[in-house]
């Protein structure tokens, strides 16, 4: 009875065991696995977004190129400007290799085929104008695709959200209003008397476009320097926004609106605004590409942390399982010596079995009472030893 309740026992712990490391298995699993989802999930996110940031570093020269090919045109040359040329190919070849992950190589395609076209469009200023502003319009938007499909637009980070919003939609939109506003001042000037009139309420817009677009890089740019993670960007951005704050006064003083805009003055803030703001352009996107790689060490390090956490878990349950299984097979082999040695105990101790020597002895060999026995005919000295004393 003893051999089978330790052995129950021993079974009831080994299952106990089993079950205990299935319960610290499955949760570590499912966490494991889980905390590796998300790691992976981020770390894709980010790399799109680099990518994004690649493709608006690109961007970048081609709407300064624009501007240019725009300002040229207006003053009667035709011809390509190398810097436009340059920064078709550019874009060109980030496209090919990001175009399809941004989702962006049609319209791409698009717009680089109305550039071809630019060199070819004559007429009056009017019409070339409205040929490039066509051009340029379409380059936002191809910045407004890249942004979204990149998800930059979405980032959790209040830094990296406003440093792209002013990269992305308050800078190309300064570079184009500026380019338009000093084009536009140049067409008044040139213009009749009768024709002057609608360019000066266009002039209007474009000032006050302009404006605006300042407004907005300003208090994106504060607001990403007020809350970021970065020791670097503060002070990379103070001087440069500086400057660009400077032009737009120049260009204001310049525009002198409700009157006739100063031509030379124009063309000098045009010239200071586009240098302020391709210098603050590299700074911020220079400044996102190092967040996200940050974010991206940091995923890494979450990564092989959750690696070493189930290196830790595996170790513990293979010792805990080893342990266990130890102790199970000692337990196993101290019931076998256990019943092995009451089976003997039991063995020597029966005196009813046969060749037992009766209940005297428990030996063969010790002498027994033959009380009542049978008689023993074969003892002859015996008998007549009996007989003798009964006569």
């Given at each position: ?44 996110d980010t790399n799109l977004e680099k990518q994004g940031v690649e ?20 003053q009667g040359v035709f011809a390509e400007p190398a810097a436009l ?307």
């Amino acid at each position: 009875m003893s051999v089978s309740v330790n052995s129950r026992r021993t079974r009831l712990r080994s299952a106990l065991a089993v079950v205990l490391t299935v319960l610290v298995v499955l949760p570590t699993a499912a966490l494991f696995l889980r905390v590796l989802d998300d790691t992976s999930e981020q770390r894709n996110d980010t790399n799109l977004e680099k990518q994004g940031v690649e493709y608006l570093s690109a961007l970048g020269g081609l709407i300064t190129s624009l501007a240019e090919s725009q300002s040229s045109a207006l003053q009667g040359v035709f011809a390509e400007p190398a810097a436009l040329t340059a920064a078709v190919a550019r874009v060109q070849g980030v496209d090919e290799r990001l175009g399809e992950d941004l989702e962006t190589s049609e319209r791409w395609s698009g717009l680089k085929e109305k550039i071809g076209r630019l060199p070819g469009v004559t007429g009056d200023s009017s019409t070339i104008y409205e040929a490039h502003v066509e051009v340029s319009d379409l380059a936002l938007e191809l910045y407004g695709a890249v942004r979204e499909n990149s998800t930059l637009n979405r980032d959790a980070e209040s830094d990296i959200w406003f440093l792209q919003e002013a990269v992305a939609v308050n800078m190309p939109e300064a570079v184009t209003r500026v380019s338009r506003m000093g084009d536009m001042a140049n067409m008044v000037a040139g213009a009749k008397a009768k024709q002057r009139p609608p360019l000066l309420i266009q002039f209007g817009h474009e000032v006050l476009a302009v404006q605006e677009a300042a407004s907005e890089l300003t208090d994106n740019l504060q607001e990403a320097a007020n809350d970021t993670t970065s020791g670097t960007l503060s002070g990379n951005l103070v001087s440069n926004l500086d400057r660009f704050r400077r032009g737009i006064e120049a260009a204001n003083r310049g525009a002198n609106f409700g009157g006739a805009p100063d031509v030379s003055a124009m063309v000098t803030a045009q010239s200071t605004l586009t240098t302020a703001l391709n210098a603050l352009s590299g700074v911020v996107l220079q400044e996102m590409n190092t967040l996200l790689d940050d974010r991206i060490d940091s995923l890494n390090y979450r990564r092989i942390e959750a690696w070493g956490l189930l290196g830790v878990a595996v170790a513990l349950i293979l010792v805990a399982t080893w342990w266990t299984r130890t102790r199970a097979r000692e337990a196993r082999e101290s019931l076998g010596d256990s019943g092995d040695s009451a089976r003997e105990v039991s063995v020597r101790g029966d005196s009813t079995g046969p060749g037992s020597g009766g209940a005297y002895g428990g030996s063969p060999y010790d002498p027994v009472p033959n009380y009542g026995g049978a008689p023993n005919y074969g003892d002859s000295a015996t008998r007549r030893e009996r007989s003798g004393a009964l006569r």
